[in-house]
Nanobody
Framework: QVQLVESGGGTVQPGGSLRLSCAAS????????IGWFRQVPGKEREGISS????????FYADSVKGRFIISRDNAKNTVYLQMNRLKSEDTAVYYC???????????????????WGQGTQVTVSS
């Protein structure tokens, strides 16, 4: 059974940093494309970053480019999202997701991803 557990969320002041983790069980992460998404109540889920399964191609949405860094540690079966220079508009619930095994996904488009974590809240506020 595939399980994804996000952690690392919390409250931080504008300009601060957080690192989100997404620990996977029931799968070997290096066979999967991974996406990070976020959602604010009343708004559509936004795909903010992804890393493909085959060539490790990385994508960032314009809203986070230059501030967020996605990475994966296959030995720990964990994916990370380092978030720097956080802004109030980054406040959201953040989710990690996996695509189908072996499928290369270049962009974080929700319906392409099969497995989802429960989400972790990030609040950026002074």
């Amino acid at each position: 059974q595939v399980q994804l557990v996000e952690s690392g969320g919390g409250t931080v002041q504008p300009g601060g940093s957080l690192r989100l983790s997404c620990a996977a069980s029931g799968v070997t992460l290096d066979s999967y494309s991974i996406g990070w998404f976020r959602q604010v109540p009343g708004k559509e889920r936004e795909g903010i970053s992804s890393i493909s399964s085959d060539d490790g191609r990385i994508f960032y949405a314009d809203s986070v480019k230059g501030r967020f860094i996605i990475s994966r540690d296959n030995a720990k079966n964990t994916v990370y999202l380092q978030m720097n220079r956080l802004k109030s508009e980054d406040t959201a619930v953040y989710y990690c997701a996996l695509g189908p095994m072996g499928e290369s996904i270049w962009y974080p488009i929700s319906h392409l991803f099969d497995y989802w974590g429960q989400g972790t809240q990030v609040t950026v506020s002074s």
